[in-house]
């Protein structure tokens, strides 16, 4: 079993849906929750960065924790074309060692 | 101000030729990675470093070896190069040990 599962997508959307991304993991011990977006040919970028459970809102983005079920999500309001990407999650029990989750390719429709 | 800086962008190699890919950080970080990127495996570490001299193994390190003889620099090193060995190569950057990960735009090796 991976430690990190993630849906691969592609998920398509039209430009202003609201957006769920999702992760979810094995070992409670993980306590380090972040998401990067990464851009065709570019390399990952952090968008969200939670420690423990609860929610993180920027701007549009909303991230999600709940380590009762393992589970974290990323919202994203008002999605817009720009926001066309792959979406890792990246989860970790002590920043020694980092699981990525293998990536969901949205697309916004405008 | 360029953050991870990794060299080459692509390149193409035969196999048993062997390359070095550098990693250039310019944010005085501690910490420096090196992955493997692969369709529908993520992100696969294969080195990592916590401090100028100090290397270590991550999941997949076989096939590559690494070095960090000065702190702003992480080079890995592919010996004999096999088609295994195709990918897309990410170097990544933290502070410390309990802070994201800043990454470079990748390197893409091609090993015929």
């Known amino acids: 079993q991976k430690e990190v599962e993630q849906d691969p997508g592609p998920l398509s959307v039209p430009e202003g849906a609201i957006v769920s991304l999702n992760c979810t993991y094995s070992?409670?011990?993980?306590?380090?929750f972040m998401w990067y977006r990464q851009y065709s040919r570019k390399g990952p970028e952090l968008l969200m960065y939670t420690y423990s459970s609860g929610n993180k809102e920027d701007g549009r983005f909303t991230a999600q924790v709940d380590k009762s079920s393992k589970y974290i999500s990323l919202f994203i309001r008002d999605s817009q074309p720009s926001d066309s990407a792959t979406y890792l999650c990246a989860i970790s029990a002590n920043f020694n060692k980092f699981y990525f989750g293998s990536g969901t390719k949205l697309n916004v429709k405008p | 101000n360029a953050g991870v800086t990794q060299t080459p962008k692509f390149r193409v190699l035969k196999t048993g030729q062997s390359m070095t890919l550098l990693c250039a950080q310019d944010m005085n970080h501690e910490y420096m990675y090196w992955y493997r990127q692969d369709p529908g495996m993520g992100l696969r570490l294969i080195h990592y470093s916590v401090g100028e001299g100090t290397t270590a193994k991550g999941e997949v390190p076989d096939g590559y070896n690494v070095s960090r003889l000065k702190k702003q620099n992480f080079l890995l090193g592919l010996e004999s190069a096999a088609p295994s060995q195709t990918s897309v190569y990410f170097c990544a950057s933290s502070m410390t040990s309990d802070q994201p990960q800043h990454f470079g735009d990748g390197t893409r090796l091609s090993i015929l």
């Open positions: 070992n409670s011990a993980f306590q380090y």
